[in-house]
């Protein structure tokens, strides 16, 4: 059974500091790597999508990918109460063409 | 915002009615999803879409099927719907053409008495 975990928290930080979000999958074979923010009774919406190992960078958002490791981080940097939210990485399919997608970690920025 | 709308947004059925729910895109994009969202669970792959009558089963397939005669189409049906696919349906879509990033519809909320 292929899988992508993570912590379901809550994590909370205080307004400003760095969110760190983790996950790790099973499927050797996932090529591409996506974290998705999800507001309560929404949809889930793209922040990044890493596909190399190493670091990538969009505004205040860094993704991490290590492959080796099997594994993908999100970093926020200076926190928002805004970006309280449930945290979702996903995986696509080494073969296939469907993604597995982690539980979420909720995550709560308290001002 | 991708071009993805759902119907109906809000279904309150009953134990053993049918119920079709639709997903239909704008953006020409080749693959289609359907999933299931729970408490606990997180996102469950229902069913995709590679092509025009070109589906394959997910994860929670059981209960579910669905069809695409149409590029832009893409309906789940519940042939007789029960109280435990009480859920939250995302329609899904990807273009396949190299990023693969999956786009997510407004969801549908569907409550199984």
């Known amino acids: 059974q292929k899988e992508v975990e993570q912590n379901s928290g809550p994590l909370s930080v205080p307004e400003g500091a760095i969110a760190s979000l983790n996950c790790t999958y099973s499927d050797r074979g996932s090529q591409s790597f996506f974290w998705y923010r999800q507001y309560s009774g929404k949809s889930p919406e793209l922040i990044m999508s890493?596909?190399?190992?190493g670091d990538k960078e969009d505004g205040r958002f860094t993704a991490q990918l290590n492959k080796a490791s099997q594994y993908v981080s999100l970093l926020i940097r200076d926190s928002q109460p805004s970006d309280s939210a449930t945290y979702l990485c996903a995986a696509q399919e080494g073969q296939g063409f469907s993604f597995i997608f982690g539980k979420g970690t909720r995550l709560l920025v308290k001002p | 915002d991708a071009g993805i709308t759902q119907s109906p947004r809000h279904k309150v059925t009953e134990t053993g009615t049918p119920v079709t729910l639709r997903c239909h895109q704008t953006?020409?994009?080749?693959?289609m999803y359907w999933y299931r969202q729970d408490p606990g669970h997180g996102l469950r792959l229902i069913h995709y879409?590679?092509?025009?009558?070109?589906?394959d089963k997910g994860e929670v397939s059981d209960g579910y099927s669905v069809s695409r005669s149409k590029t832009e189409d893409f309906l789940l049906t519940l042939e007789s719907a029960t109280s435990s696919q009480t859920s939250v349906y995302f329609c899904?879509?990807?273009?396949?053409?190299?990023?693969?990033?999956?786009?997510f519809g407004p969801g549908t909320r569907l409550t199984v008495l």
């Open positions: 890493i596909y190399s190992n």
């Open positions: 953006e020409n994009h080749r693959y």
């Open positions: 879409s590679y092509g025009v009558k070109d589906t």
């Open positions: 899904a879509i990807t273009d396949g053409g190299g990023t693969d990033t999956q786009y």
